[in-house]
């Protein structure tokens, strides 16, 4: 009872104990318990005094066994932890202290058991565990190695990764010179040299992007950082860190070679380059675009539209192009398209639009190129007018082969017959016939040759030079010649050509040509009217025009306009005719690149227009 | 074989009128032989020739290249004739241009007379057959 008595008393005092405290018996059972344990340990109060502490505590109990039977045999206390986990899941750790329970007479009672919650510190410990490794996994996977040096001591203390980015030994002992002596000779070793120097001197900070030397003689590149550590004031040294960039340096080397090479080729294409946004602003362009639009610079155009540089007609319909290209994401390719600028500098171009689509499928820009082919337009141009000339020419070739063949052929037929005839014929006479026809044919040959003589000679000549000539006095010079011929005829020439006019002839070709339209005029003249033939002439833009109007019978020029100034065609029933005049008048002509023309009006007369090429 | 009333050459070549005239006449096959020197003169002739009851001949030697009216321009105007029989045309030519070998195809398509193209020189023994009246 007595006990009970003083188990009730002690129980009071034990209850309000402010740490959790726990008395076990030798046999491990429970006698007093402060309100802070069974608060500590969620535990039933009614349900705690008389209980084992291991049914109490499970297998967490078990552990602490030994140091409790150690404090019953009177070896003094120990502690070790416990955990559990609380009602709303957390882990609680504690830290229980043995110490064995003496009675009033020295004689050990039991255990007492005092539990300081240590989760606090138990997570903290945790905590820094987890940021040691991190930070070692950081280092590792950025390559940032430290390093620390004792002002005091002028000991160096390096991090396995600072080592392994000088790729030094684990064991290599740095000092503060031979650091430095890693950083590559020159600038790199020069900044280092002086920020340490600073640092120390002055307190300030560093870090920069330098060229390290390893052990192994390999170049790298690191960002070596540091800061000086003060304590009370007093300098007690420095730490930093240093990170080996070498990777990133080189991949963004190769980054900016790449660009400066993608650069310089878009820049150096002979085409104009850029990239419109969706507003048809442009947002890159290349050199030859610059120089086109007349920029001196990219800046000058980005940002811009085409209605900056054009009339607002060209630009729209540069625009509508681009929209078009836009909503539709088909490209256009190779359009051969005309760009005018506001000067009227037009240009030929062979023009792409290509949309640009982002991730998402959408338009978000085009990339244009154009190249100019004005220059090859105009080749073409000019080739084109070089063929059209060729085949001209080519056509009047085979023209006149066909005239020469028929010509030739019509004689030989004749003599073929004829000689079939003579051949044959007994008749005298008529082998007289015969004969005079022969001589006829021969004849026939023998001017026929002449004739073609001289249209070839005209064709071969062409590259005579051609003379500034006084027409009037031409004109002059030719009557005069004429004269007899003229006075025969009572022909009269009317000159009323200016007397300073000049016009730029092979002068032998133009003595023909007036000699010939004169001679016609003369020759086809209307038997009841005297011939008159008026001479004039005018400056057109590139040609001088000489107009020579007669009088006489008139050509129906419906009937004969395609045969005029073809060989052997005549059109009047006169013997005098020979169809070879015109066609060597015409031939002169156009050697000097001039042309004629012909109006008349069957009865009323004749006018032939001459233009002689003031040009070429 | 009864005898051709009338046979007509058109051709500005005093020579070659002379040959046919003279390969016909050995033939002795005609009573008339006609001779114009250019197209205008021939369909002249003949259209007086038809005003006059006389009719056309019945076989014509027609030259292509002649002075005022050419062989295509008379055969223009003489296709154009209301003539219900069919008159035999020789064009005879020593021209070698495709064109005039077209321009034959062409008008043998638009008549019903009988059109033969024969390149130059004549010789005595074609004559008997291109002198057979169409």
């Known amino acids: 009872m007595v006990k009970e008595t003083r188990t009730t008393t002690n129980n009071y005092l034990i209850k309000q104990l402010p740490k959790a405290t726990a008395f076990i018996n ?16 969620e535990l039933e109060k009614s ?29 003094g206390g120990s502690s070790s932890n416990y955990s559990f986990t609380d009602s709303e899941g957390r882990e609680r750790w504690f830290e229980w202290s043995h110490i064995p329970w003496y009675d009033d007479h020295e004689n050990i009672i039991g255990v007492i058991i005092q539990a300081d919650e240590i989760t606090r510190q138990v997570q903290d410990h945790e905590q820094l565990e987890k940021l040691e490794m991190l930070l070692n996994q950081k280092s590792t996977i950025a390559k940032i190695g430290s390093w620390e040096y004792d002002v005091i001591n002028q000991r160096l203390r390096w991090s396995s990764m600072t080592r392994q980015i000088h790729g030094v030994p684990k064991d290599f002992e740095p000092d503060l010179d031979t650091a430095l002596e890693f950083y590559k000779e020159g600038f790199s070793r020069n900044t280092i040299s002086m920020a340490v120097f600073k640092a120390l001197e002055e307190g300030i900070t560093w870090s920069e992007k330098l060229q390290l030397i390893t052990a192994q003689g390999k170049e790298i590149w690191v960002i070596a950082a540091g800061k000086p550590l003060y304590k009370d004031g007093i300098l007690q040294g420095l730490i930093g860190t240093i990170q080996d960039i070498t990777d990133h340096v080189r991949s963004e080397i190769k980054i900016r070679e790449s660009e400066n090479l993608l650069r310089t080729v878009v820049d150096n294409l002979p085409l104009n380059v850029y990239i419109k946004d969706l507003e048809s602003r442009k947002i890159l362009v290349n050199r030859w675009e610059c120089e086109f639009l007349g920029v001196k610079d990219a800046s000058d155009l980005l940002g811009k539209t085409d209605f900056d540089f054009y009339d607002k007609k060209m630009a729209q319909v540069f625009r509508e192009e681009d929209l078009s290209v836009l909503n539709s994401l088909t490209p256009i390719l190779g359009k051969e398209s005309l760009n005018v600028k506001p000067d009227g500098t037009i240009t030929t171009f062979l023009s792409s639009k290509i949309p640009l689509m982002g991730t998402d499928g959408k338009a978000f820009g085009l990339l244009g190129i154009s190249m100019d082919i004005s220059n090859l337009k105009k080749q073409e141009a000019e080739l084109r007018d070089l063929i059209n000339v060729t085949s001209l020419q080519n056509k009047k070739l085979v023209n006149f082969a066909h005239i020469v063949s028929h010509n030739l052929r019509s004689h030989t037929a004749n003599f073929s017959m004829l000689l079939e005839f003579l051949v044959t014929e007994k008749d005298a006479a008529e082998r007289k016939k015969i ?134 065609k005549t059109f009047h029933d006169n013997p005098e005719a020979r169809g070879i005049g015109l066609y060597i008048t015409k031939n002169q002509i156009e050697a000097m690149e001039g042309k004629i023309s012909v109006d008349s009006t069957v009865g009323k007369g004749s006018t032939f227009n001459i233009y002689f090429n003031e040009k070429a | 074989m009864k005898k051709l009333k009338e046979i007509s050459i058109i051709d500005d070549d005093p020579i070659t009128i002379f040959g046919i005239k003279k390969m016909l006449d050995s033939l002795d096959i005609c009573n008339t032989i006609t001779t114009y020197h250019n197209g205008k003169l021939a369909i002249d002739g003949i259209r007086k020739g038809i005003a006059a009851g006389k009719g056309v001949p019945e076989i014509l030697f027609l030259d292509i290249n002649m002075p005022i009216m050419d062989g295509w321009q008379f055969l223009e105007e003489f296709i154009a004739l209301p003539l219900e029989q069919a008159v035999r045309i020789n064009i005879v030519t020593s021209s070698i241009d495709p064109a005039d070998l077209q321009n034959w195809e062409f008008y043998k398509t638009k008549t019903h007379h009988h059109l033969d193209f024969i390149n130059k020189p004549i010789r005595l023994k074609d004559i008997a057959e291109i002198t057979t009246a169409a």
């Not at chain 1, 022969?438 to 023998?446: G, H, I």
């Open chain 1, 435 to 568: 004969i005079e026809m022969l001589t006829m044919a021969s004849d026939n040959l023998l001017e026929t040759m002449e004739n073609l003589n001289e249209v070839v000679s005209i064709s071969t000549n062409s590259g005579q030079k051609k003379k500034a000539v006084n027409l009037t006095e031409a004109i002059g010079a030719v009557t005069h010649n004429l004269s007899a011929f003229l006075n025969t005829h009572k022909a009269k020439v009317i000159n009323q050509v200016a007397a300073a006019t000049r016009v730029n002839v092979i002068p032998a070709y133009l003595d023909n040509i007036l000699t010939n339209i004169i001679t016609n005029a003369v020759k086809f003249r209307d038997p009841s009217r005297p011939p008159v033939i008026t001479i004039s002439a005018e400056k057109l833009e590139h040609y001088t025009l000489l107009k020579i109007t007669d009088n006489g019978l008139g050509i129906d020029l419906e009937k004969h306009k395609d045969k005029l100034f073809g060989m052997y």
């Open chain 1, 26 to 41: 030798p046999a491990f059972e429970l006698v007093y318990v402060s309100d802070r344990w069974i608060a500590d340990f």
């Open chain 1, 47 to 75: 349900n705690v005094i008389g209980q084992s502490i291991f049914e109490l505590f499970g297998d967490g109990a078990t552990e602490h066994l030994k140091s409790l039977e150690a404090c019953l045999t009177g070896e």
